[in-house]
């Protein structure tokens, strides 16, 4: 998704042999995920040869805001505390940026199942290093079932994963965009594809997001029909056409259960139909003028 061209393939550079000071700090730590964990926690999120710490920053943001912890940096620039990188992590730098690990490409492949995320595909299976591929949605109902490590994988930002990483990655997802234009920034492309799989760490629907539950703050049935009650008054109050009644009734109900009201909205609504059923307009002689 951070590709600007398929044909691009430079080499990767050689690890740094001195791991961050902010990434961490056990060099000897076995990056293969704990074994006595729940094999299917979320996805880990790893990020290859970012050169810029403001991408990793929002990359980390993202991560904390659709739930996702775990941030894998394969030859990662320099994370200053006191640089882009934190400033752009927001709430982010106090847990996902500074716990993130730093590991080799090599030990991400070997780890890990992982999902190379790219703008550019093959068009079809006479190559299969970009195809098939999965869009993240597709992810968000697979996933689930993927009872093993998982890692989505971000490239560089000019040239994001190159043909040769891709080659030793397990599947390629990409984001569906503008045919003319597919390329999205490297920090876009993660929050996309983090977006699309909050699913896997928030739950279905508005699960533990900061949204309200609106089945919850729907108006009690009773109160819909007492609402289509005085719709039926207020249709026999101003001489509607009987014929016409059982139509408008229904279309009104199609209108309501559409909506979803509030208790208050509905309340509301009944409170002006009830007014305007006692108290019906009378047509002056001025009006037909």
Known sequence: MTDESSESNPSRPDPNPDPSPNLNPNPDSDPTPDSDTDSRTP???????????????????????????????????????????????????????????????????????????????????????????????????????????????????????????????????????????????????????????????????????QLPDLERVRAPEETIDRLYDQWGDLLEEINHPQEKREKTMRMLRRVYGRADLTSREANTMLGLLRRATERPAERSPSSDQ
């Open 43 to 209: 996805p880990a999120v790893a990020v290859v040869d970012a050169q810029s710490p403001g991408n990793v920053g929002t990359i980390a943001r993202a991560m904390k805001n659709f739930g996702f912890e775990d941030l894998l940096l394969i030859d990662p620039p320099e994370l200053d505390p006191d640089g882009e990188a934190y400033g752009f992590a927001g709430h982010a730098r106090e847990d996902v940026l500074p716990g993130a690990t730093e590991i080799s490409f090599d030990e991400l492949v070997s780890n890990y199942h992982t999902i190379g995320c790219t703008a550019v595909t093959n068009e079809d299976d006479r190559s299969h290093v970009r195809f098939p591929y999965s869009t993240p949605a597709d992810l968000a109902e697979r996933l689930p079932t993927v009872d093993t490590p998982t890692a989505l994988v971000f490239g560089r930002e000019r040239v994001g994963l190159t043909n040769e990483e891709l080659a030793e990655i397990d599947e390629i997802c990409s984001i569906p965009a503008a045919q003319e234009y597919p390329v999205l920034n490297l920090g876009q492309a993660a929050t996309v594809t983090l977006y699309e799989l909050r699913t896997l760490t928030l739950g279905e629907g508005t699960g533990e997001t």
